[in-house]
């Protein structure tokens, strides 16, 4: 065997084996430390800002927008939606733990019995199909709205995502959504951590590009380029079209994998959902 | 070199050898290349590389000046926009050509406009 | 050499196109003979494989959409080089796909 090539196939089984064997707590301490050595000025929590964080100008038109909080209706709605009961009398206060009221940190977790990542939009629609009512659809309108009034009664509350350790399905699931994350995809060929890790802070046109760390921390988000709020599912097709790859159905299993690892990356930093974004 | 000559041949035939082409190119090539350039459903350049004469660019990718010094050979500056992953695997540029994001003659004339800066 | 130069000058000047074999990227309406039905058929197939890895590219689909509008109106050039294109796309997506269910190793954060 040519030399070289023993050289070249140690090398990518280092690689190999390191990607293998890291654990989530690895991973979340890796990124952590990457980003607070890249924004050494920027204190842990305000990376749940996303690029307000660190890009002044635009930070003062966003506190600006947050005089009056262009989510603010989707919060009221919302709220409305939740304590309407269901055709049976029940409601989705019955579905979850403490009435629904603050959980949201506990989402996505891995469902042991359905052997698959839950997030709070999908345990929304499981909510209402275990009350024999339609699913609604996932990525905009009265789903945004009930989990925006669940994201505004979980403010504050620490994102505390698990990954059993007994549980070889949880870090399965957990590893394809790291795997989707730094799978460059798409006919433009970016991995989510080609801008959202090599070239976090830098400029794309105009837009700052923000940080994985605390992306997962503010859904559902009013966004001033959609005109309405929507759920981290909407961002991420968002992201996969504008890498001209065809955005996955919504609630997927790749994309419930990607929420899991993004909110896993994110542990330790306080809810601050729903927001406003440009 | 038999080798070479027959690939050299074939790349003349489909019209992927950079080289031979003529590296004078009118102004309307230029004018049609930079469109090409800045079209954000074309080259997009702008969102990764401040060029001169593009409004809202970004800073992703280096600003692109002094091209000719940069890469003296326009064959390097067309197989960099064609695949710049041949020369570093770990880049974020698309590949342009590999990917059929512009077609060849686009990328002819994108690689007029940028010898131009 | 000679003979196989000689094949290869005289397609250049003889046979426009003929080298093209070599490469599966047609011109509009060269196709090998095939006909839009096959070209048509061979695009679906290869974007059926892109879906099955779960990486389709956004403009594919489109790509195809288009080529069959184009034949129905009779323009045939088009449709053909509109069908090529989604197909060779469909097949990029999957050697994407392919290349990355190892390379994103690679790129992981690490120590």
């Known amino acids: 065997m040519n030399n070289k090539i023993l050289l070249l196939s140690v090398i990518i089984g280092l690689f190999v084996g390191a990607g293998a064997t890291a654990g989530p707590e690895e991973d979340r301490t890796v990124m952590l430390e990457y980003y607070t050595g890249r924004f050494p000025d920027v204190p842990l929590q305000e990376f749940a800002n996303g690029l307000y964080a660190f890009d002044e100008i635009a930070r003062e038109q966003w506190i600006e927008m947050e005089d009056f909080p262009p989510y603010e209706i989707a919060i009221e709605d919302g709220q409305a939606l939740f304590e309407s009961p269901f055709a049976n009398g029940k409601s989705y206060a019955d579905c979850f733990d403490n009435g629904g009221i603050g959980i949201r940190q506990q989402y996505p977790h891995f469902d042991a019995d359905l052997g698959e990542v839950v997030t709070l939009e999908l345990a929304i629609n499981q909510c209402r199909a275990a009350n024999d009512e339609e699913s609604l659809p996932y990525l905009i309108g009265d789903l945004a709205a009930i989990s925006a009034y669940m994201s505004y009664t979980s403010r504050g509350n620490t994102i505390n995502v698990k990954v059993p350790q007994d549980n070889p399905s949880a870090l399965a699931a957990y590893e394809s959504g790291k795997q989707y994350y730094y799978t460059r995809r798409g006919q433009l060929n970016f991995a989510c951590m080609s801008c959202h890790v090599q070239s976090a802070g830098l400029m794309l046109r105009a837009d700052r590009l923000s940080t994985t760390l605390g992306h997962a921390t503010h859904w559902p988000v009013y966004r001033a380029k959609w005109g309405e709020i929507g759920t981290l599912q909407k961002r991420i097709s968002e992201c996969n079209s504008q890498v001209f790859a065809k955005p996955l159905q919504p609630q997927s299993i790749e994309y419930r994998n990607l929420e899991y690892f993004l909110t896993y990356m994110s542990n330790g930093l306080e809810l601050n959902g729903p927001a406003s974004r440009r | ?117 | 050499m000679n003979k196989l130069s000689t094949f290869l000058v005289a397609c250049a000047f003889l046979l426009p196109g003929c080298g093209q074999e070599t490469v599966s990227s047609g011109s509009p309406g060269h196709a090998g003979g095939s006909s839009f039905a096959d070209i048509y058929a061979a695009a679906e197939q290869a974007l059926a494989v892109a879906e099955a890895k779960r990486n389709v590219w956004s403009k594919t689909e489109g790509l195809l959409r288009d080529a069959k509008v184009a034949n129905a109106d009779g323009r045939i050039d088009e449709a053909i080089a509109l069908a090529t294109e989604a197909k060779l796309q469909a097949e990029l997506a999957s050697i994407q796909a392919d290349t990355e269910a190892e390379t994103w190793r690679t790129r992981v954060l690490s120590n």
């Open chain 2, 1 to 117: 070199m038999r080798r070479i000559l027959i690939i050299s041949l074939l790349a003349s035939l489909i019209g992927v050898q950079p080289g031979l082409a003529d590296d004078d190119p009118s102004p309307d090539a230029t004018t049609r290349g930079q469109a090409i350039a800045f079209d954000r459903n074309k080259g997009n350049c702008l969102a990764c590389h401040a060029i001169e004469g593009g409004e809202l660019a970004g800073n992703y990718g280096p600003p692109l000046l002094l091209m000719k010094v940069r890469f003296p050979e326009r064959v390097d500056l067309r197989a960099q926009i064609w695949d710049a992953a041949v020369n570093d695997p770990a880049t974020r540029m698309p590949p342009y050509g590999r990917h059929r994001i512009l077609t060849e003659e686009e990328i002819d004339l994108v690689v007029d406009f940028i010898r131009t800066l």
